[in-house]
């Protein structure tokens, strides 16, 4: 069966030619029509043989020399003017300029409009009639035009141009005229076997309803119930035309359609056959017999002989190759077909070589879809990955990713950024996961001879393609948050707000309906209002982003930062100094999700090397899912019974703490850079955002699994905290914007601390002095979900929020240690999001130099709670008013050198997407923090009330850099045998994201 890629492949192959579009759409067959073509002109000869050679610029060129002589013409000129509209609309489309077409099918019909009008008691002359056959191909073709920009509605409801026919009906009517539109388009066989027997007014109108009725049927997918109206079609057009005619084989095709929907294989088997035998006999060679030849090849696909199939793939290719040559859309439309029928079979080398073919089709075309040349070189490199040739997949992978990742740093800067996520970022992140395995395959097997293909040098473009393969917001949190830093440095941070406000506004707008990597064909209209609020903010970031690259060069450089490559990593003079110091390591995860294996780089400032993690993406998750559930039971579900065990926590399996270790640090190639570096930098991806790095044991523990509560075998086990300190990035790219081009800020936060502690739930106000009901603990939410509803915050359910009287002691401990007044400390109705916002919007704020929140933390994206992650501050007359959201955050003006979020909770069960930073740091980060401190867990407020302030003190008088301060203090917490605290909740639960120093 198809796979994922394959699937992907044949709907945007579809886009190029359905089997709608096989009997439908407009190409070589309209001259079939018959089109009254001045052919006695030569300009007039030249286009149209022009365009039946599939010359479509020559055609276009020509016909616009005829438009130019006709407007030059008396007014009598209209039906040049409409005939030279014709060819060039027939090109344009050839070009899939569909929008171009549609607008010169438009204005024919304009000029035609008064012509084909005349006075009943006037009899038609040939001018007349000229102008009516223009206005019914006129009609046709527009009709087919929008319903091929996906524009369905539209086209039914095409109004006619041609009047009623002003004979009275009667019995001797009933041969005349089609001139209903739908009827028409609805006639693909024209001039195919015998001549066409004109249906009769009534019967093309019923025959019209009932088209119209399946079309909306099959929408509907009310499959049987178009089957019907499709049958009842089949018996008008045998009546009219007989059995063997190319119009009944149609009704037999379209039949056999319905039926493979309606998954009744044996009876859509005989109809499509029945249809390939009408056309047959006729020698109907064309687009009917190629339509009909794939819906077979699609039924007997479906009944899972895909070998039998194949002949009549084979035999459609070879008709439109014949007819239509190699490279027209239709062609390589069937020609994917064939392809998906061989792999299907298993023969991925000749499904390869027909893929190959497709795609060598639509370059030398120039034409078709973006989208479809991505997709058909990604996967082609797909299957010689396949097919052991990693070489090959390197080569296909190293054109398509850096087209990708060129059109996804273009949403990052000028007119074309968006704040948005799309699909087309998906895309360039699934195409780099698959360009690093395959130069990992390479270097494995030995690379090649090139310079650029030895095993070193393909370990170094892993490194920069990894950095693009997995989705990193907090990344771009920080670099925009860091351009407009800059921008303000430099005195050019309200033009960078303007710049941002007016990507948000278009936005919330609507992007144009087309993106690069779009077919033309997938174009949807566009409300008029919406297009001109569009249009009118896409002149001011024009005008802005012009102006921001000529006074601000750097700005872009900043805000969309490119991968940073081992050069730039470990460059030690120069602009480019070192962004590595001696005693640092870098280690960056690439963790695909599922059954594959990902890779682990580790560089120093003179050393870099990779493995391949000795764990799945799926094994691993389920190893610290396993670890946190030993540290957070009740979130992570851990069985009751369990949870009373060492005095209440679970034990901690330090063994499998190890083993996970081993699968991500054990490699020779890894330790070789980190063994002799005091500090890592990690940037960690999937699953290994939820746990902090610094619990992970690096040698076998002793004491086996009753040592796992021994509190003196605790404190012997050999944790990564106790021989590295550890910062966390959300981002390689990120090491460089934090180092390099993040401004110096002037000392602006003189004010010690801002501390937002036990704040007032109830809405009374809290005393002095009050208890904790239980001493010594922080009581945590039972379930985080109960808080909302339909992503909103339920007052009732807050209030319910268990009080924390001992954050007020975190607070007054870490005012002590610093020096700071009792009043920064705000308790109460004062630890408010509305206290929050008056200091930032006096500027108060932005003088604070810690800024910490010691309160309950909501997280957010999981499917249970779809809201915004927030921290809860003290009651507010709304529920909105008690939450400080991400989005909130993100508003604030700070200059912090740290953000304490000593409840957030970053990283719980069933999070999605997690990228080492909850959206709640993403948005400190955004106003300003420097550094940040966040805690994966609740923790007892004794210890919180030590291991924050210690931190912050042996960072600040000390001198002590950020991560090795905290380094210290958790560590102090594990040592210290009065209190034996050594089970990783205790001591483990902050992490330093920022910058280690």
Partial sequence: MPGRWTCRILMLAMLLASSAAFAQRPGRDIEDYHPPYSMSDPIVARAVAAYDAENAPEAERLSRQLLARALKRPSGSALAQVEARFILAQALEDEHRYTEAETEYRLGLKLLAPLVVVNL????????????????????????????????????????????????????????????????????????????????????????????????????????????????????????????????????????EALLAQNRLSDADAEARGALAILDQLHEDRRQTVAALVVLADIIAKRQVAGDAEPYLRRALEIFERRQGPDRSETVSVRLMLGNNLLAQGRLADAETVYRRALASIQRSGGGSPALAFELQQFTGDLAGRQNRPADAVRDYRIVCAARAELIAQSGRGVAASLLKTSDQKDARSCALRQVMALWRWAEAGGGSAATDRPDALRDQAFAVAQAALPSPSSDTLALAAARIAAGASGAGDLAERYEAAIRARD???????????????????????RQTREALDREIAGIAAKLASDQPLYWDIRVPHPLDVAALQARDGGGASLLRGDEALVFFMIPPGEERG???????????????????????????????????????????????????????????????????????????????KTLIIVPSGALTMLPPGLLVTAPPIGGAAGDMDAETMRQTAWLLRSKAIAILPSVASLRTIRQLVPHRAAAASDPLLAFTNPDFSGTAVRPGISAPLPGKRRTPDNYAAYFRGGKPVMEALRTLPPLPYTQTEGMALASALGASAESVLVGRDASKAELMRRSADGRLAHVRILEF?????????????????????????????????????????????????????????????????????????????????????????????????????????GLSKAEALRRASLAILDDRRQDQTHPVYWAPFVLIGDPR
């Avoid at 009899?123 to 000229?130: L, N």
């Avoid at 087309?514 to 174009?523: A, G, I, Q, V």
């Avoid at 955050?889 to 069933?910: D, F, I, K, M, Q």
Wanted: aromatic letters at 6%; hydrophobic letters at 40%.
């Fill in 854 to 958: 010691a309160t309950h933390g909501l997280v957010a994206g999981t499917a249970r709670t779809p809201a915004e992650p927030a921290l809860v501050l003290a009651a507010g007359t709304r529920p909105e008013d008690w939450l400080l959201t991400a989005s909130d955050a993100a508003t604030l003006r700070l200059n912090a050198e740290w953000v304490l979020l000593s409840a957030c909770n970053t990283a719980g069960p069933g999070a999605e997407d997690a990228d080492g930073l909850s959206g709640l740091a993403r948005g400190f980060f955004y106003a300003g923090a420097e550094s940040l401190l966040v805690s994966h867990w609740t923790i007892g407020d004794e210890t919180a009330s030590r291991l924050v302030p210690m931190t912050i003190l042996l960072n600040g008088r000390q």
């Fill in 121 to 256: 008691q006037t009899k038609p002359d040939a001018k007349v009639a000229t102008a009516r056959k223009w206005a019914r191909y006129f009609q046709i073709l527009l009709h087919d035009n929008l319903r091929g920009q996906g524009r369905l509605q539209e086209a039914r409801l095409l109004p006619s141009i041609l009047p009623p026919d002003p004979q009275p009906l009667g019995p001797s009517r009933t041969e005349s005229a089609v001139t209903s539109v739908g009827a028409i388009a609805l006639s693909p066989c024209s001039g195919a076997g015998p001549d066409l027997r004109p249906l009769s007014d009534a019967d093309a109108a019923e025959r019209a309803q009932w088209n119209d009725a399946a079309e909306q049927q099959s929408v509907a997918s009310d499959f049987a119930g178009a089957e019907s109206d499709l049958r009842r079609i089949l018996a008008l057009d045998s009546a009219s035309f007989g059995s063997v005619h190319c119009e009944t084989a149609v009704d037999h095709r379209r039949i056999a």
């Fill in 599 to 677: 890779l682990v780089f580790a560089a120093s400032r003179d050393r870099i090397g990779w493995a391949r993690i000795e764990m799945t993406g799926a094994a691993l998750k389920t190893a610290i899912v396993r670890l946190r559930g030993d540290i957070d039971s009740r979130a992570y579900g851990v069985a009751a019974d369990l949870q009373a065990k060492g005095g209440g926590h679970v034990p901690f399996d330090r063994a499998l703490s190890y083993q996970l270790y081993r699968a991500l640090f054990g490699d020779p190639e890894i330790q070789a850079v980190i063994a002799a570096r």
């Fill in 508 to 530: 919330q707008a609507g992007q144009a309906p087309l993106s690069r990597l779009r077919d033309p064909m997938d174009e949807a209209p566009e409300p008029e209002a919406q």
